[in-house]
């Protein structure tokens, strides 16, 4: 198994990666890919001339484990109609019936049991009930009630709109990583695992149309692993851009980069997914800070109903965090996030920029194509900003504001002292008279218009959200999986890619739509079972040492 960044054995977990909160590992430039820009503002196909949308930074993991070590360790599957809508776009075996038994194996729920939950896991889950909550969620619950949404105690059990205690894949107040709860001392004691970490795997091998082994180099030195089946796993940016460098993909985009084509599937590196969100913030008043239970800030999640033609039940979602970063403007601000949950829109892309492997690909997320989505996150920002105006959300903020996770925040949140310095001397000024605290929030933390301005008009609105709407890491379904006459299939089934022999896919891209949930527990799920397939499948002929995961 190869692993372009650090390890992370048992016993020499960093502290970063072990730290509960959400929003602190991925701002650690040691497990990011920290050259990766990617567009999320929606880009017109009829306008190929237009100028591309401005770049921004996206964070994915560049260490053991990949998302699951720097996530925000939200544990959720989405609603049974997500799965059953794989099986529908062709992803036979994969509706909800069939697919529930894998996400049981993943997880060791250690609050609730029955039917839809798994005991005997790998990574366990938990959720912070609410005597527990932060007083702000605590405030944003009463207000969820006063607007009329009920109390939903357990996410993972029940389909319906509703507010919970957010579902994490976290222990005693610590991170478990895939690579903590799978790779473990003993796990790394067989003799057919071998983990090469620091090891970028440069590009496929092929003899003819079957794929050999993997280049890779580990450490500084140029290495070939040999394979009777290669397993890519490089997530949805870096997988599709590994598939195209070796001639997999649109034979357009692969001969205007001079690629020889291998296989034509016009699917690679199209319709990928995440799902656009918006957020608002405020000040979080001095007395509402605290929080004795947990590290973490995000206790409290809901989902509603847009009620928008075609949308399922639930689909919009939002989380509540009463902190927005580790430093102390972070600790005084607080934010709801609120994205589309069953997004329509699917038509971003990711192409090469450069045959060299070293280079990021070029990424454009095209969020908001679909016309219903920003419809949505509209209606949905307007709610959030009301809810700002009930009395248990004045009582503990002021000053609410439209947020966005600009790469201004981005800077100032990576941990070092001079931020904690500065964030130390910004947060003073903003517990002082309210003109300042104003000042510092327009001048330092906003980069869009207030809230007000945002809200005065439908197409003010929408122009802000056009603008300030970006993807919450759930980057997915760039090599879908798919039926045998879907010309867009990349893989089978099984992550098989279609027309070569020797390698599958397994990882969030081959989604043949991304589920209304965080994406984590779904790559596990996908990963389970194509694994159990695997060893069902040819349990005698797989000999040992030649599976190479890349
Ligand atoms: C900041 C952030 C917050 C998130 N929050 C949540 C959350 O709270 N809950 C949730 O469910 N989901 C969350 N997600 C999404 C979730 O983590 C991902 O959906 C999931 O990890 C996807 O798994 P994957 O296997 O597709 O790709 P990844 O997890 O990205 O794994 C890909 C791995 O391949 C490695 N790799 C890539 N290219 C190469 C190469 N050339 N050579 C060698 N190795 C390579 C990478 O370094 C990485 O380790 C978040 C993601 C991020 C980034």
Redesign the pocket.
């Known amino acids: 198994m ?4 650090e390890d992370t054995p048992d016993g020499r977990v960093p502290e970063a990666i072990l730290d509960s909160r ?1 929003g602190f590992a ?1 701002r650690d430039p040691r497990f990011i ?1 920290s050259q990766l820009r990617v567009t999320t503002e929606a880009m017109s196909h009829n306008e190929p001339d237009a100028p591309r949308p401005r770049l921004v930074r996206y ?10 070590s ?7 599957r989405g609603a049974p109609h997500d799965y059953d809508e794989w099986q529908q776009r062709g992803a036979n075996g994969w509706r909800w019936e069939t697919v529930l038994p894998y996400f049981k194996r993943v997880e060791r729920d250690v609050d609730f049991d029955g039917p839809l939950h798994g005991t005997d896991g790998r990574i366990p889950v938990r959720r912070v009930f609410p005597d527990n909550w932060s007083d702000y969620a605590k405030a944003v619950a009463e207000a969820f009630k006063l607007a009329g949404y009920r109390y939903v105690p357990d996410q993972n059990g029940e389909f319906q709109d509703g507010y919970y205690p957010l579902t994490m894949s976290n222990l005693y107040d610590r991170r478990v990583s895939a690579a903590v709860g799978y790779l473990g001392p003993t796990v790394r004691q067989r003799d057919n695992l071998t983990i090469v970490t620091e ?4 590009g496929l091998l092929f003899e003819d149309t079957r794929c050999v082994g993997i280049r ?1 180099v580990v450490r500084g030195r140029a290495q070939e692993f040999r394979a009777n089946e290669v397993i890519l ?4 940016i ?1 997988s599709p851009a ?1 598939l195209l460098r070796a001639g997999i993909g649109p034979v357009g985009h692969l001969r205007e980069m001079g690629i020889e084509v291998r296989a034509a599937r016009p699917g690679v590196g199209q319709r990928l997914m995440d799902h656009p969100s918006i957020s608002v913030a405020s000040f979080l008043k001095a007395h509402a800070r605290k929080n004795p239970y947990s590290k973490r800030s995000l206790h409290l999640g809901m989902r509603f109903s847009s009620g928008v033609e075609g949308a399922p039940v639930g689909d919009m979602a939002l989380t509540v965090s009463n902190k927005s970063a580790w430093h102390a403007i972070g600790d005084r601000i607080a934010v709801i996030t609120l994205w589309v949950n069953k997004t329509f829109s699917e038509t971003g892309q990711v192409r090469l920029s450069s045959t060299d ?1 070293r280079q990021e690909p070029d990424v454009d997320f095209n969020l908001l194509s679909d016309h219903r989505d920003l419809v949505r996150l509209a209606r949905g920002f307007r709610q959030i900003a009301a809810l700002h105006d009930l009395p248990p959300l004045q009582a503990v903020t002021s000053d609410a504001f439209p947020a966005s996770f600009t790469d201004k925040i981005r800077k100032v949140g990576t941990y070092n002292t001079k931020n904690a310095i500065l964030t130390r001397i910004g947060a003073t000024l903003m517990d002082g008279p309210a003109s300042l605290r104003q000042f510092i929030i327009r001048g330092f933390i906003m980069e869009h218009a207030g809230l007000m301005q945002a809200l005065q008009d439908d197409e003010a609105l929408e122009a802000y959200i056009k603008r300030a709407t970006v993807g ?5 379904c760039s090599c879908r999986m798919g039926a045998d006459n879907d010309p867009m299939a990349v893989t089978d089934q099984g992550g098989r890619v279609r027309g070569v022999h020797g390698l599958r896919v397994v ?3 081959i989604f043949p739509v991304v589920p209304c ?5 779904p ?1 596990m799920m996908v990963a389970e079972k194509i694994a159990d397939e695997m060893l069902r499948d040819e349990p005698a002929t797989r000999p040992a040492h030649q599976t190479a995961m ?1």
């Open positions: 190869c692993e372009a960044g959400s991925s890919w964070e994915q993991a560049r260490v053991l484990g990949g998302g699951s720097i996530n925000g360790q939200l544990a959720n090891a970028q795997v440069s890779a796993c490089c997530g949805a870096h590994m492997w919450v890491w759930h980057c997915s990882d969030a891209s949930a965080n994406t984590n527990f790559t890349a």
